[in-house]
């Protein structure tokens, strides 16, 4: 390994923050400084991982398993001012993880200093930005990479491989739901409104629209899209929290009636904003239908009203010779007060028009105690293998990242015109 890659973030939150500290735990001493708005959530979360208190848990599917984190990590030089980050610490790596709205920024940032770039997902959330960091990145030099954290999970991995070598023949057509049963969670944070996401779609979709895409090898042509507004918003305070609330134990969707009732652990403090706030203003449910290259046809909805053990992610993946039934959440159970998956298994069944009657192919992949169906240290081995210069097909190149973009923002756009919208993707 190369003890001498230097590592820099750009938006230290959760996120941005596990991703350091997975980089530390495969690269002991490697970053070098971070930067954001301000430094509380990078305290509060090396705070956890170094034992004095703190809070690991807001980095969720991206949180580390325990090691020896060294204890200087938490005195990493901090900047408010990323440009000034660069040009004094001269990173040869920079981890993206502010608010999305802020990514195409610092892209060009990062792309005027010639380091290497993991960005997170969606690599931006307007048009016009989701093409500027296509035209910086397309061509760049260095490694530029986006997280697209399905994907290195060993059922995607599986899934894909079996599609690819023809086990269900030729593909036809994608039926994909994801039925989020922490969706409320999107509407307790920052995440709730077009300026700082654009929408769910951009949020969450991105990574199953890429997933699809992954996994048939085509490429999408024109998208069409319904979506509303269901369940969230109203007319509630911004800033009323559950634990400032009179309803705090009557309301359904209060955070103590999910304790009390269903042993739901509590948010962390800067989670808890309630879910009827009037700047709630981006859509709770869509539905999706694509045409792919060669007439293929994918359906894909997504809710964000799922009851916790309603949580479905998956579909299935139909082909001229069989079906591949794909699921993201088999048997799966929460810890009650850590919320750590103590549970977790994902599935693939395959059913063939030759089999005999009584005739499948099942596996079952656990994933207990690891994030995002068991990628999220697969990811991070494979990202250290781009960094010195090896390949690692499950780390996206950030021409996944802008199909999948574009897909959500087309999809966006009809559900805003009523029209069918073509994908002009320039690739
Ligand atoms: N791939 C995944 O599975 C995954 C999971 C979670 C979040 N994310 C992505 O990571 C990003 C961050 O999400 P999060 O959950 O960590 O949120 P967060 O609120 O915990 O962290 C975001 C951080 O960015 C900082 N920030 C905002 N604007 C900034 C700016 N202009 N300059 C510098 N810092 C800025 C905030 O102060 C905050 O500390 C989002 O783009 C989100 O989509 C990806």
């Not at 996120?15 to 530390?24: K, P, Y």
């Not at 660069?86 to 608010?99: C, F, G, H, M, Q």
């Not at 993201?328 to 929460?334: A, H, L």
């Not at 960094?387 to 996944?400: E, H, T, W």
């Amino acid at each position: 390994m190369d003890p001498k890659l230097k590592v820099a973030c750009i938006g230290a939150g959760a996120a941005g923050t596990s991703h350091m500290v997975r980089m530390e735990k495969n690269l002991p001493g490697c970053c070098v400084a971070f930067s954001d708005l301000n430094r509380a959530a990078f305290d509060r979360n090396v705070a956890g991982y170094l034992g004095s208190g703190g809070d690991t848990s807001r980095g969720g599917d991206l949180k580390s398993s325990s090691f020896a984190l060294r204890p200087e990590f938490r005195n990493l030089p901090y900047y408010q001012d990323p440009e000034e980050m660069l040009r004094k610490e001269k990173p040869d790596v920079v981890i993206i993880a502010s608010y999305c709205s802020h990514h195409a920024a610092a892209v060009e940032i990062c792309t005027r200093h010639g380091v290497n770039i993991v960005l997170e997902k969606p690599i931006a959330i307007t048009e016009p930005d989701v093409r500027k960091v296509w035209a910086l990145l397309r061509n760049y030099p260095k490694v530029a990479t986006v997280n697209l954290s399905l994907r290195g999970s060993p059922v995607s991995e599986s899934a894909r491989r079996h599609i690819q070598n023809g086990d269900i023949g030729r593909i036809v057509s994608v039926q994909f739901v994801n039925n989020v049963h922490y969706g409320d969670n999107y509407f307790r944070g920052w995440m709730r409104t077009h300026k700082h996401v654009g929408s769910l779609l951009l949020q969450k979709a991105t990574h199953d629209l890429d997933l699809i895409n992954y996994f048939i090898g085509l490429i999408p042509e024109s998208v069409a899209a319904f979506g509303s507004r269901q369940v969230y918003g109203g007319n509630k305070p911004n800033d009323l929290t559950c634990d400032a609330c009179d309803e705090k134990r009557t309301c359904f969707m209060s955070i103590y009636r999910r304790k009390v009732d269903a042993s739901k652990p509590f948010p962390p403090p800067g989670k808890r904003l309630c879910v009827f706030a009037k700047e709630i203003d981006i859509n709770d449910n869509e539905v999706l239908a694509i045409r792919y290259q060669g007439g293929v046809t994918a359906s894909y909805s997504q809710t964000f009203n799922a009851p916790h053990h309603g949580g479905q992610r998956g579909g299935y993946f139909i082909g001229t010779e069989g079906i591949l039934d794909f699921r993201y959440y088999g048997d799966f159970e929460e810890h009650p007060d850590t919320g750590a998956y103590v549970k977790g298994t994902s599935t693939i069944k395959i059913t063939r028009f030759n089999d005999r009657p009584g005739s499948s192919l099942t596996e079952v992949h656990d994933w207990a105690n690891v994030g995002h169906f068991g990628s999220s240290e697969h990811l991070g081995e494979g990202l250290i293998k781009l960094l010195q210069g090896g390949q690692s097909p499950i780390n996206a190149p950030i021409r996944d990242g802008y199909i999948s973009a574009m897909m959500c923002l087309a999809a966006d756009r009809s559900i805003n015109t009523g029209n069918v919208v073509k994908l002009d993707l320039d690739l």
